[in-house]
């Protein structure tokens, strides 16, 4: 069996309106071809055998929207989300996109999309506009999910750190993108959200976008207190372990194209913490080259399965009804 973790659609309106793709100021005109389509999710599942797909809506068309329209996106997406999830019962389900410091309306908005319309989870952005979801802003998020016991899956905007050195040769989404989600994480760490909030279910995109690389550069940069005085404060204190502790309670998904970098992955967090993504759609040619590398790591059987399908079950609470119905 399959779980596809990482899947992306557009609702219709956005997946066919004319404006410039990434932000409605830059990025290509999708000019009747965005791939982000319902259909297109389908096609990709259906001929690479999965058995459930998670459906997410990455949304970079609000950066381009004010901060009004942007709740009317976000509403719009978590309706139409439901709406694929009944039409395709047991085999797609859906998570609302949410904007953690987007104020009391973005959270009154995550708890309808899960307590009233019964989405199995939360997508956010590492980075929208210049806010991270480690900001003062969001910690009342924290406190609903948590609450909520949903699986948040975070994932980087079209573009984010040093986005004015990536606009050319595809290096917004090759490295930018990678860049912006690792600073997110290394900063949901170093400023204590999974201290504070530890039963949070954080799920990261990219195979974590490097930060298994990074991960002890910053256990030094904590444990060494005093000797590296030179390389700035490491205050206020919010965490009680070295980064790497925290690093382990977060789960991160496959699509790294990279096996060298899935195995990085596997060994910093172990396979209790891996989950198969592909993200296809957008480009749903990669997917059967997703689970290939999956089936190239030459895991263990039961350390496989986990990645294949176990983990993504537990995070979304399937029973064995649930997944005897996709098989």
């Known amino acids: 069996m399959i779980i596809e973790w990482h899947t992306h659609v557009y609702p219709p309106e956005e997946a066919a309106a004319d404006a410039l793709a990434w932000d409605g100021a830059s990025g290509p005109a999708w000019a009747g071809k965005c791939p982000m389509t319902l259909e297109n999710v389908l096609d990709a599942h259906r001929k690479a055998g999965v058995a459930i797909s998670v459906i997410t809506n990455a949304a970079h068309y609000l950066r381009g929207k004010s901060e009004t329209d942007e709740l009317k996106a976000v509403k719009r997406w978590t309706d139409y989300a439901t709406e694929i999830q009944n039409q395709h019962k047991g085999m797609l389900y859906g998570f609302a996109t949410i904007l953690p410091c987007g104020g009391k309306e973005q959270i009154k908005e995550a708890e309808r999309a899960i307590r009233e319309l019964g989405l199995k989870g939360i997508m956010i952005h590492s980075n929208h506009k210049g806010h991270y979801p480690d900001d003062d802003e969001a910690r009342p998020f924290w406190e609903l999910v948590q609450d909520l016991d949903v699986p948040v899956f975070i994932h980087p905007p079209?573009?984010?750190f040093?986005?004015?050195r990536?606009?050319?040769?595809?290096?917004?989404?090759?490295?930018?993108?990678?860049?912006?989600l690792c600073l997110a994480l290394a900063r949901l760490i170093v400023r204590g959200i999974l201290e504070d909030f530890p039963r949070l279910?954080?799920?990261?995109?990219?195979?974590?976008?490097?930060i298994c690389e990074v991960i002890g550069r910053m256990n030094y940069a904590y444990e060494l207190q005093d000797e590296c005085y030179f390389l700035g404060p490491y205050a206020p204190m919010k965490i009680k372990h070295e980064p790497g502790h925290y690093l382990k309670k977060i789960h991160l998904d496959t699509a790294t194209y990279h096996l060298p970098a899935t195995k990085m992955v596997l060994e910093t967090v172990g396979a209790d913490h891996v989950l198969y993504g592909s993200d296809a759609p957008p480009l749903t040619s990669l997917k059967p080259r997703a689970i290939k590398m999956i089936e190239d790591l030459e895991l263990a059987p039961q350390d496989k399965e986990k990645v294949f399908w176990r983990n993504a079950a537990k995070l979304l609470k399937l029973t064995e009804a649930d997944l005897q119905m996709a098989a």
């Open 158 to 160: 079209h573009v984010g």
């Open 166 to 180: 990536v606009k050319e040769y595809r290096l917004a989404s090759s490295v930018g993108r990678p860049a912006d």
């Open 201 to 210: 279910k954080l799920v990261s995109s990219h195979g974590g976008g490097g």
């Open 162 to 164: 040093g986005e004015e």
